[in-house]
């Protein structure tokens, strides 16, 4: 039938099985989508999809190979009629009545046209990021049974149509290439509790069951058995840089370090910050007063190899702030270069990533310098959901 | 397809969530839902098996549950016991074997809703234990040699909140379907069913209130609909004038579980 569609689907990056098409194909035959095209969107859909993140690659998908389709030949006169003889359809107000006898007389392609035309500018709008709200136009196609949101036919918000509601592509904000905000981040770390591995750990736990049903075996002779403990054993080291080019991004660190914290999961968390790069000096605390100082050394004495690291900075300073071994930051003065330094904890540290809240910048040679030398040494994510999920995974790999 | 499924009385339906209940009826797939808390997945199990007039079965999943719990249980410390003190029938295995909401669902004679009540609380490997099962509709004891094969396929309905990711191979054999936060038109309909005689201008103000909170920046627990039901409650218990909740938000506490919350939404209201 239709199998480039399953291509397509396949090509724009979801993840469609044989099966799940298959499924399709079957509830097509049982006819599921009863015979409307909007149904159509929404089997596709339930059948297809199994997540919301994935809403906004399969709205774009159906858009993109469904819209040169002669789409309304059979069914959409139908339902026009339908409605137009459904007077309890019909918007109450004298105003809305006038709307609806004016787009009887389109024709069927003004109808496809101006719809395609609003498809465009809708999507305008929500590029620009606000809500789309329908505007006087738009009532045309509520009428026409392309009722875009808001604009209600009737007391139902059942007549919006397939087109109307892949082009809304509403589900945008959940696609997981998006950056992120508090909850999804706090989602993506109880991803690391996926990665709390039970095979690190020694049989240590009593196990009631076994040993009951091993003594039964056993011919009522006592055997114990032991099974591992299902604790979560990751211990996380945070770095973070803090102020200065940082401050632009300082709402979505936040947002990670309240996830972080918020994560109870983690056998232990040990929180720091930085300025730029680490020196021989690290804060306690965000705001980088002296009186939050400890030596470099302690963590890296203190704090075994089992941590994983985290270090979230923009890697973008001035090179002499990477590079010069005398440089002079917040009253510490040391022979070891910021690069150094990192590279103690990229030795110290075998489960160490990088995550980058900023792209590599395409202006200012300084900045893109510092960034190229510190992505040569560290594996380097982008704070966005996708990457997030690749550099907690790759925490958890060994070597 | 003569059962088909239209919302019930007590519960509104948007007609995207009809049409994949009918689907998933249909194909005799697991139906999962997944949304924000407080958008109804776990009453629309409760309101299918009022509209197709069908016993429901509840599995709650919590941390701690695995898979075979939800299939049988062998009792093997009582047979232990009956063993010690020659109690009879300990040769009889059937006896301290017992089923689990599955096994009670796949077993009963007419078909039944059998409601998984979110997932992702348990562990990672729990919804792959339970494949074949929810496949086959059917499991073996070994224990007893049994085969326990469901009667009727029962209408499975899953819910998740997405607290963990469920493994692929289990989504690819569900519907997948997802519960967007009612809209204010939706929400009308759902305070209707539960506040029937609700002043409109009350309703106005409330929901004008309610929505306007949920898409504050700050707020870290978004209120939901039963805490909008609870509200309404209390506002019209406590005799409130609707022109004032707007302006001064009466009984946040209700809204608002959090103090921070509370904090910020006083922030914006000056």
Redesign the interface.
């Known amino acids: 039938m239709f199998t480039s569609f399953f291509y397509l689907l396949r090509a724009r990056g979801l993840?469609v099985?044989l099966?799940?098409w298959m499924?399709l194909i079957?509830?097509l035959d049982?006819g599921?989508h009863?015979s409307s095209f909007t149904?159509f969107y929404?089997?596709c859909?339930?059948?297809l999809?199994?997540?919301?993140a994935d809403?906004d690659k399969f709205d774009g998908a159906f858009l993109e190979f469904f819209k040169d389709m002669e789409f309304a030949t059979d069914e959409l006169p139908q339902e026009l009629l339908d409605w137009l003889e459904n007077p309890k359809d019909l918007p109450g107000t004298e105003f809305d009545m006038e709307r609806a006898m004016q787009n009887e007389r389109l024709s069927q392609s003004e109808i496809q046209k101006m719809f395609l035309e609003r498809l465009e500018e809708q999507k305008d709008e929500h590029n620009g990021g606000s809500y789309w709200v329908g505007t006087g136009g738009v009532s045309v196609f509520g009428n026409s049974g392309f009722s875009p949101?808001g604009i209600?036919v009737g007391?139902?918000?059942?007549k919006r149509r397939a087109f109307q509601v892949a082009g809304e592509r509403k589900f945008r904000d959940f696609r997981e290439d998006n950056t992120l905000d508090?909850r999804q981040f706090q989602?993506a770390f109880?991803?690391l509790?996926?990665f709390s591995s039970r095979t690190e750990e020694a049989r240590t736990e009593f196990d009631i069951?076994e040993t009951?049903?091993e003594?039964?075996d056993n011919a009522g002779n006592l055997k114990v058995v032991y099974e591992k403990p299902?604790k979560n054993m990751v211990k996380l080291l945070l770095l973070m840089d803090s102020g200065g080019s940082m401050e632009y991004y300082s709402r979505l660190c936040s947002s990670l370090f309240q996830a972080v914290s918020k994560s109870n999961h983690f056998k232990d968390l040990q929180v720091f910050y930085f300025h730029n790069c680490i020196y021989s000096k690290i804060y306690k605390e965000a705001d980088l007063r002296p009186r939050s100082i400890i030596t470099t050394d302690w963590i890296l004495n203190n704090l075994s190899s089992e941590y994983k690291v985290i270090i979230v900075g923009d890697a973008q300073m001035e090179p002499s702030e990477l590079l010069d071994p005398s440089y002079y930051s917040y009253g510490v003065r040391d022979e070891i270069t910021g690069l150094e330094w990192l590279k103690r904890f990229k030795e110290k540290y075998p489960h160490i990533v990088w995550l980058n809240p900023s792209e590599r910048p395409t202006w200012g040679g300084w900045w893109t310098k510092t960034y190229d030398i510190i992505h040569k040494d560290f594996d380097m994510y982008r704070l966005t959901l996708d990457d997030l999920n690749t550099a907690l995974k790759k925490l958890m790999v060994s070597r | 397809m003569n059962t088909t499924f239209q919302g019930s009385k007590d519960y509104v339906a948007s007609e995207e969530l009809m049409r994949s209940v009918n689907i998933a009826i249909a194909l005799q797939k697991p139906l999962l839902i997944k949304g924000e808390p407080g958008t109804g997945k776990t009453m629309l199990a409760e309101a299918i098996s009022a509209a197709l007039g069908k016993k429901l079965i509840i599995w709650n999943i919590k941390s701690t549950t695995k898979a075979q719990d939800g299939l049988y249980v062998y009792d093997v410390v009582q047979r232990l016991y009956d063993s010690q003190f020659g109690n009879e029938g300990v040769d009889d295995i059937e006896k301290y074997v017992k089923l689990g909401k599955l096994g009670e669902a796949f077993s009963a004679d007419e078909q039944v809703i059998l409601l998984i009540d979110e997932i992702d609380k348990a562990d990672l490997e729990f919804p792959n234990d339970l494949l074949w099962e929810l496949d086959k509709m059917e499991f073996y004891i070994p224990e007893t040699k049994q085969t326990v094969k469901a009667k009727q396929r029962p209408i499975v309905i899953i819910t998740s909140n997405a607290e963990k990711e469920l493994p692929d191979a289990f989504l690819r054999r569900c519907i997948f379907h997802y519960i967007e936060f009612p809209d204010e038109q939706q929400m009308k309909e759902i305070i209707h069913v539960h506040h029937k005689d609700v002043e409109e201008n009350l309703l106005d103000q409330v929901l004008e209130t309610f929505y306007w909170i949920r898409d504050l920046y700050n707020i870290q627990k978004k209120p939901s609909t039963s805490e909008v039901i609870d509200w309404i409650q209390a506002l019209v218990l406590g005799g409130i004038d609707p022109d004032r909740i707007k302006a001064k938000v009466p009984f946040a506490g209700v809204l608002l579980k959090k103090n921070e919350d509370i904090d910020t939404m006083r922030r914006y209201l000056k």
């Open positions: 993840n099985s099966n799940e499924s079957e509830a049982m599921l009863a149904g929404y089997l859909r339930s059948v999809v199994k997540s919301e809403f949101r209600r007391g139902q918000g059942g508090t989602m109880r991803k509790r996926q069951d009951i049903r003594t039964c299902r």
